[in-house]
């Protein structure tokens, strides 16, 4: 059974025009991340929460906005996507912080930007 | 400081080999070493991890081999067979959690029948 849910998995939005990624989980996990992954590349963190504190990357741009309005849901909000922002966006939980903890990570919404 | 190095890129393997995946660190505040399998359109999913103190660790045919002192860790897949294609990350974390994981770019491995 899904523990991690992303949707849509595949996303076509506009230039310009603000799209919305959502991620739900059933794991009940404090920890809730948001990270891009290009082509061939590796996963970058955006942010993340921890419950309801949210902590954002030093290198995410302020284009990158994320909500988390209860422990089960949070979602990542592009305000005006560029060619640039098309990638896999992935969504992962993990129980804390503290210790050696498992991530786990739902199967990704592809964004293009056309 | 905050990279972690991954090789090779891509790797093809027969079936019944053995695939090496290589990993190297700077940041010795680093504590903790997974390793990820992604297969096409998924999620990465958790296959192994370690921690410094211990030198290697085996689940079934995937192996960890870890050297503190050269900042390398490396993953082993024995009897690569065919559903073992997928592209594989090293990651590392520091603080003790899988906060802010630090990817490699990760390696294809192609797995020949």
């Known amino acids: 059974d899904a523990m991690v849910i992303q949707n849509p998995r595949y996303q076509v939005t506009q230039f310009g025009k603000p799209v919305t990624l959502s991620c739900s989980q059933t794991?009940?996990?404090?920890?809730m991340y948001w990270y891009q992954q290009k082509s061939s590349q590796a996963p970058k963190l955006l942010f993340h929460?921890?419950?309801?504190?949210?902590?954002n990357e030093a290198d995410t741009p302020d284009n990158f906005q994320s909500r988390r309005p209860n422990t089960s849901f949070c979602f990542l909000d592009i305000r005006s996507p560029g060619l640039g922002d098309a990638a896999m966006y992935l969504c992962?939980?993990?129980?804390?912080?503290?210790?050696?903890?498992?991530?786990?990570f739902g199967q990704g919404t592809r964004l293009t930007v056309v | 400081q905050q990279q972690v190095k991954q090789s090779p890129q891509s790797l093809i393997v027969q079936k019944g080999g053995i695939s090496i995946i290589n990993c190297a660190y700077e940041n010795t505040a680093f504590d903790y070493f997974p390793w990820y399998q992604q297969f096409p359109g998924k999620g990465p999913a958790l296959l192994i991890a370690i921690r410094p103190d211990v030198s290697e660790k085996k689940e079934g045919r995937f192996t960890i081999s870890f050297n503190k002192s050269a900042k390398q860790f490396s993953l082993h897949i024995m009897d690569s067979q065919p559903g073992d294609s997928a592209t594989y990350f090293c990651a590392a974390s520091m603080g003790g959690g899988s906060e802010k994981l630090v990817f490699g770019k990760g390696t294809k491995l192609t797995v020949n029948p």
């Open positions: 794991l009940n996990h404090n920890v």
């Open positions: 992962a939980t993990s129980r804390d912080l503290a210790g050696s903890v498992e991530a786990f």
């Open positions: 929460y921890y419950d309801k504190d949210f902590n």
